[in-house]
Antibody, heavy 122, light 107 residues
Framework: QITLRESGPTLVKPTQTLTLTCTFS??????????VGWIRQSPGKGLEWLAL???????RYSPSLRNRLTITKDASENRVVLSMTDVRPVDTGTYYC??????????????WGPGTMVTVSS | SSELTQDPAVSVALGQTVRITCQGD??????ANWYQQKPGQAPLLVIY???NRPSGIPDRFSGSISGNTASLTITGAQAEDEADYYC??????????FGGGTALTVL
């Protein structure tokens, strides 16, 4: 059974760096085909894909945010970390990590963490 | 463009059939996935790929694609299907994208 859980600060000041951790179980990022993504949702708004990291360290970033985002993995600890620099109030929202179901028939975020709410405010 | 366009809101009478659409170039080249999100909850994958349902998703949910438009069809909508629905796909660079979401009301 795959599970994921996000953790990190609930309040961050503008211009600071936000660091979020996704801790997962039920799969390994050492296994070919495995990947974890980050998605966020501003209050009352839609889903926005942020970043994705594969078992082979390949990384993908939202074009609009790529200069502020870094995604890394620690496969031995079953963790994926997302860093976002220079946060602003518009970055306030719920941040989700999700397992990517990725094979010849699928390319979808099949299991999601419960999300963690982050507020950017001075 | 990798943008995905959805109607902001759709309504359906209880027990009737509703189709929610998602339009974009990505859909034509890569399959679309569909997620259901209820207030205060994380999104739930309901359809992925050509027309696959994860375990536990009722068979009243189905997906289809025609050209650059993907559709999620709920046949015999139930009160518990009232939720926001998001489509998702990818582009040729491997970037993922979500549609703006459709709020479904079951009357």
């Amino acid at each position: 059974q795959i599970t994921l859980r996000e953790s990190g600060p609930t309040l961050v000041k503008p211009t600071q760096t936000l660091t979020l951790t996704c801790t997962f179980s039920g799969f390994s990022l050492n296994t070919g085909g495995a990947a974890v993504g980050w998605i966020r949702q501003s209050p009352g708004k839609g889903l926005e894909w942020l970043a994705l990291i594969y078992w082979d360290d390949d990384e993908r970033y939202s074009p609009s945010l790529r200069n502020r985002l870094t995604i890394t993995k620690d496969a031995s600890e079953n963790r994926v970390v997302l860093s976002m620099t220079d946060v602003r109030p518009v970055d306030t929202g719920t941040y989700y990590c999700a397992h990517l179901l990725w094979n010849v028939d699928a390319d979808a975020f099949d299991i999601w963490g419960p999300g963690t709410m982050v507020t950017v405010s001075s | 463009s990798s943008e995905l366009t959805q109607d902001p809101a759709v309504s359906v009478a209880l027990g009737q059939t509703v189709r929610i659409t998602c339009q974009g170039d990505s859909v034509e080249n890569f399959y679309a996935n569909w997620y259901q999100q209820k207030p205060g909850q994380a999104p739930l994958l309901v359809i992925y790929g050509k027309n696959n349902r994860p375990s536990g998703i009722p068979d009243r949910f189905s997906g289809s694609i025609s050209g650059n438009t993907a559709s999620l069809t709920i046949t015999g909508a139930q009160a518990e299907d009232e939720a926001d629905y998001y489509c998702n796909s990818r582009d040729t660079s491997g970037n993922r994208v979500f549609g703006g979401g459709t709020a479904l009301t079951v009357l």
